[in-house]
């Protein structure tokens, strides 16, 4: 199970992390990775992180504002959102990878319940 938090209302130019906890079963074997979705938008990619963290993507719409990363001690991973910007707007899914894409959606097979992140202008 995945669990998204953190989501907001921020004002464009903030911040805001957004927190991923997984429980019921162990994930040290996938990878993991955040999406996004707009309404009326497909749910596009936005970062993914391998479980030992030693490799990172980003879209390039967030490259050089996102961060993604991992605390494996307590099974969580972060999206270090900055600089939001308006398009930013949308609900964020954490998911883990259990096929061979990164950037596909349909190479996730476990999915969080989806946090609302708003920035208004």
């Known amino acids: 199970q995945l669990q998204a938090s953190g989501g907001g209302l921020v004002q464009a130019g903030g911040s805001l992390r957004l927190s991923c906890a997984t429980s019921?079963?162990?994930?040290?074997?996938?990878?993991v990775g955040w999406f996004r979705q707009a309404p009326g938008k497909e749910r596009d990619f936005v970062a993914a992180?391998?479980?030992?963290?030693?490799?990172?993507d980003y879209s390039d719409s967030v490259k050089g504002r996102f961060t993604v990363s991992k605390e494996n001690a307590k099974n969580t991973m972060y999206l270090q959102m900055n600089s939001l910007k308006p398009e930013d707007t949308a609900v964020y899914y954490c998911?883990?990878?259990?096929?061979?894409?990164?950037?596909?959606?349909?190479?996730?097979?476990?999915w969080g319940q989806g946090t609302q992140v708003t920035v208004s202008s």
């Open positions: 992180i391998t479980w030992s963290g030693g490799w990172k």
């Open positions: 019921g079963r162990t994930f040290s074997s996938y990878g």
């Open positions: 998911a883990a990878r259990t096929g061979s894409s990164w950037y596909d959606r349909s190479a996730y097979g476990y």
